[in-house]
């Protein structure tokens, strides 16, 4: 099947300043991706590209199948941050607006707009204005918004900032419910928890450049491994005396380390099994966050 | 990704025309505007007529003047003649004969208001045709000088009568020439016609302060979406050419909506008060001169508005783009100062000149439209330098526009700014 979107080797500069530099990864139908990076790394510019805000000064950007055309565009829905809506106007007149501007007519749009305000519980605000509402209110129409002309790529910017847990789950529901429906979904963040539990694949990008990415289990294989918990009895010096230790917290019974690269996780268990009497020992994939911490990091040294 | 769709134009445009429209702002200017506009215009004839005067002062009360005179036949000649050209508005009395105790007697009735003032005619007076007029009234001229009239026809008529003219005689010879202006062909003569001047003079009012307040306010659309991610969306469903295309009509149309809406009041206005129909006709002030002011509006607005557009773009604040502002609103300004210059002599060299000045000729060349036809290739070639400066100033603007809006924070440099139009 053919990838909603494919960006391949992108590059874009604003005034000698690499903003995305060789950026390439594809998200197929029925996909939730991840698009994770630090404040500044080039999440947004990599994201004006591929809904045709700006064009890209070398590479490709391709949607469902073929070099962007503005025709493309209305096969796809984004959702900025926040304060992507008009504050003066009441939220019906705002959702009326931009289902135009996608193409949908007048009585289409209100039909879909009735639906889904239901659906997210918030049919009564339709005539107030936006500046009324909550942040959090202000997100869930902003996410109709992005829904409304039913896009088969839908490109969100932290679509879960200012939401409460009930609103989160409900906005998840959603989302699973249009992957499952063939979708593809790219949402940007920073919060490593919600990628970890939503997303197929993820690219990481650091000042311009992806510094990961792949399917989740695969980033989290080739990274890892490295985290080990060992309950134990005895004396744990040789732990720490141990070549294939990166870092060591030893809590007298307890320790957690984290393993050198290349190290073998069954090399440790035997040398603690030789010195101490081993209770537990686990090797845990490492979080997503410790892999963005960790990557980030030493990038950054 | 260079598709312009119209109707996607006319989505944008229509949001903006109707969200601008429903604000308070918009009804209080168009309403309140016409109501000063009507006060500036009748207030300085409320001030002036004798009228207007008593109707501040006293009412409606005739005033009441006092001929003090030995010579009587000439007292009632000048109290005769008042009666006769203004009738029931003055009321004159004679007194006689003079002495110190009669002054202070009409001095008196000044200070306890019983009468408006007192003209004292004596020996020497008439000797040396010098009349005193002591009044409570000094800045009444309407008054003034119809004294003055009556009492010049009561000299010279009392003067012929001496000399053996009969009473009739006098009149038939002092009788007042009546004086009625006709306008020549192809001249502009009535322009100098204050009513009629006044109504030019209101529209080039009108054009002046709706071009600068409507670019204005497109250049505070501009930056109102600037700052928020709207611009993100709605780029993701229109290209930049169709955004600010679509704000330039809406707004526009909201301008054009306004004065539409003012000319219908002047028009109702015109058809109630006698007044501002004498102006209009006075000055030929017809169709042909509001369809000539609408062209010009338009085209005068899609320039102002395609340059505040890309000042918009530039700065994030209207405090960050006030000095650049006011380069932009400076040929208008000197439009403006040149309004008079043009209307007293609309076919000098100066004048053929700046109305040919595409940032001044919307309001100087639509001037000289209205004062005097000037010839066809000065109005094609105004309007085809008007025209042209327009497209220019759309694509530099456009450019500016695609690059400016999506930009936060700090504001660009003239080589980022450069860069920007170079940019395909």
Same mark, same amino acid.
């Given at each position: ?7 391949l080797d992108?590059r874009k500069?604003y ?5 995305? %530099?060789?950026?390439?990864f594809a ?9 994770l990076g630090?404040? &500044? ?5 990599t994201i004006r590209?591929m809904i045709?805000i700006?064009?890209p000064?070398?590479g490709?950007?391709r949607l469902f ?10 096969r ?9 809506l008009?504050?003066r ?9 931009l289902?135009?501007l996608?193409?949908?007519s ?7 707009i009735?639906?889904w305000?239901?659906?997210?519980g ?8 936006v500046e009324e ?8 129409i ?18 879960f900032?200012?939401?409460d847990?009930?609103n989160t789950m409900q906005?998840k ?9 063939g979708k593809?979904?790219l949402?940007?963040?920073?919060r490593?928890?919600?990628v970890?539990?939503l997303?197929d694949?993820?690219?990481?990008i650091n000042? &311009? ?8 289990s695969e980033?989290k294989?080739s990274?890892?491994r ?5 309950d134990?009895e ?5 732990l720490?005396?141990?070549?294939l ?5 030893d ?9 050198k690269?290349g190290?073998d996780?069954?090399e440790?268990?035997r040398t603690? !099994?030789?010195a101490l009497?081993v209770?537990r020992?686990q090797? !845990?994939d ?7 911490i960790?990557r980030?990091?030493r990038? %950054?040294d | 990704?260079t598709e ?7 989505i +944008?445009a ?6 601008r429209v429903r604000?308070r ?12 506009m009507g ?15 008593n109707?501040?002062?006293d009412s409606?009360r005739?005033?009441r003047v006092?001929i003090a ?7 009632e ?6 009666a006769r050209?203004h009738?029931?508005r ?5 007194v006689?004969?003079?002495s ?6 009409l ?6 208001s ?5 003209v004292w005619?004596d020996a020497?007076a008439i000797?040396?045709r *010098?009349?005193?007029f ?7 001229f309407?008054?003034q000088?119809?004294l ?6 009561a000299?010279a008529?009392l ?12 009149a038939?010879i002092?009788?007042p ?15 100098n016609?204050?009513?009629g ?6 529209l080039?009012?009108v054009?002046?302060f709706?071009?600068l307040?409507?670019g204005? =306010?497109?250049?505070?659309?501009v930056?109102e979406e600037?700052g ?7 780029m993701?469903?229109?290209s930049a050419q169709e ?7 809406g707004?526009g149309a ?5 004065i539409?809406?003012w000319?219908a009041?002047a028009g109702?206005?015109?058809?109630r008060?006698?007044?501002? *129909?004498?102006? =209009?006709t006075a ?12 062209i ?7 320039l102002y508005?395609? +340059?505040?557009?890309?000042?918009g773009? +530039?700065?994030?604040s ?5 000095q650049w502002n ?8 000197a439009?403006?100062?040149m309004?008079l210059?043009v ?6 060299p100066?004048?053929v000149?700046?109305?040919?000045i595409?940032f001044?000729s919307p309001?100087?060349?639509?001037? *000289?439209l209205?004062?005097?036809d ?8 105004s309007l085809?330098l008007l025209i042209a ?10 450019r500016?526009? *695609?690059?400016? +809006?999506l930009?936060?924070g700090?504001?660009p ?6 860069r920007?139009? =170079?940019?395909?």
């Amino acid at each position: 099947m053919t990838a909603a979107v494919e960006l391949l080797d992108v590059r874009k500069s604003y005034g000698g300043y690499a903003a995305v %530099d060789g950026i390439s990864f594809a998200i197929p139908p029925a996909h939730i991706f991840g698009l994770l990076g630090p404040n &500044g790394a080039g999440k947004t510019s990599t994201i004006r590209m591929m809904i045709g805000i700006t064009s890209p000064d070398s590479g490709s950007v391709r949607l469902f199948g073929e070099r962007l055309r503005r025709g493309a565009l209305r096969r796809v829905g984004y959702l900025p941050e926040e304060r992507g809506l008009y504050r003066r106007m009441t939220v019906g007149a705002n959702l009326v607006f931009l289902g135009q501007l996608a193409g949908l007519s007048v009585a289409t749009s209100k039909e879909r707009i009735d639906a889904w305000t239901r659906r997210l519980g918030i049919a009564d605000w339709v005539d107030r204005r936006v500046e009324e509402l909550s942040k959090g209110m202000q997100q869930k129409i902003q996410f109709i918004a992005a829904l409304l002309h039913d896009p088969d790529l839908l490109v969100m910017d932290e679509p879960f900032a200012g939401l409460d847990p009930v609103n989160t789950m409900q906005l998840k529901d959603v989302l699973m419910e249009l992957r499952t429906a063939g979708k593809s979904l790219l949402f940007s963040t920073h919060r490593m928890d919600q990628v970890e539990k939503l997303c197929d694949s993820i690219c990481l990008i650091n000042r &311009g450049k992806a510094v990961l990415q792949g399917s989740l289990s695969e980033v989290k294989a080739s990274n890892g491994r490295r985290f080990v918990q060992i309950d134990y009895e005895g004396d744990g010096a040789c732990l720490a005396g141990s070549p294939l230790v990166d870092s060591l917290n030893d809590y007298g019974n307890h320790a957690e380390l984290r393993l050198k690269p290349g190290a073998d996780s069954q090399e440790l268990l035997r040398t603690a !099994m030789r010195a101490l009497r081993v209770i537990r020992f686990q090797v !845990m994939d490492p979080s997503l966050e410790q892999i963005f911490i960790e990557r980030i990091a030493r990038r %950054d040294d | 990704m260079t598709e312009f769709s119209l109707s996607k134009v006319w989505i +944008i445009a229509k949001r903006e025309y109707l969200e601008r429209v429903r604000t308070r702002s918009f009804v209080i200017s168009t309403f309140i505007t016409p109501f000063l506009m009507g006060m500036f215009l009748i207030l300085p004839t409320l001030i002036t007529t004798s009228t207007a005067r008593n109707l501040v002062h006293d009412s409606q009360r005739p005033a009441r003047v006092v001929i003090a005179s030995d010579n009587v036949p000439l007292a009632e000649l000048v109290t005769g003649e008042l009666a006769r050209q203004h009738g029931t508005r003055y009321e004159a009395s004679v007194v006689s004969p003079l002495s110190q105790a009669q002054r202070d007697k009409l001095d008196k009735r000044l200070t306890d208001s019983a009468i408006e003032g007192y003209v004292w005619i004596d020996a020497n007076a008439i000797a040396t045709r *010098r009349v005193e007029f002591v009044t409570r009234r000094m800045g009444d001229f309407v008054l003034q000088r119809r004294l003055g009239d009556a009492m010049s026809y009561a000299f010279a008529s009392l003067r012929m009568v001496q000399n053996g003219r009969s009473a009739a005689e006098v009149a038939a010879i002092l009788q007042p020439v009546e004086l009625t202006p006709i306008r020549a062909k192809n001249s502009a003569t009535q322009f100098n016609e204050l009513r009629g001047a006044m109504v030019v003079f209101i529209l080039l009012f009108v054009m002046l302060f709706s071009l600068l307040s409507y670019g204005v =306010m497109v250049m505070r659309s501009v930056m109102e979406e600037k700052g928020s991610r709207i611009t993100e969306v709605l780029m993701c469903a229109a290209s930049a050419q169709e955004l600010m295309a679509g704000k330039i009509i809406g707004t526009g149309a909201v301008g054009l909506t306004q004065i539409g809406l003012w000319l219908a009041m002047a028009g109702f206005g015109a058809s109630r008060s006698l007044y501002l *129909r004498t102006a =209009m006709t006075a000055l030929d002030v017809g169709p042909p001169l509001f369809v000539y002011f609408v062209i010009f509006y338009t085209l005068g607005f899609l320039l102002y508005s395609a +340059i505040f557009a890309g000042v918009g773009a +530039i700065f994030n604040s209207i405090d960050e783009a006030q000095q650049w502002n006011f380069v932009v609103i400076l040929p208008l300004i000197a439009a403006s100062a040149m309004i008079l210059p043009v209307a007293t002599a609309s076919n000098s060299p100066i004048a053929v000149v700046v109305s040919m000045i595409p940032f001044c000729s919307p309001i100087l060349m639509f001037e *000289r439209l209205a004062v005097q036809d000037p010839p066809a290739w000065q109005l094609a070639l105004s309007l085809f330098l008007l025209i042209a400066t327009i497209c220019a100033a759309m694509f530099v603007s456009g450019r500016i526009y *695609r690059t400016g +809006i999506l930009m936060y924070g700090k504001r660009p440099t003239f080589r980022e700014l450069s860069r920007w139009l =170079m940019h395909a």
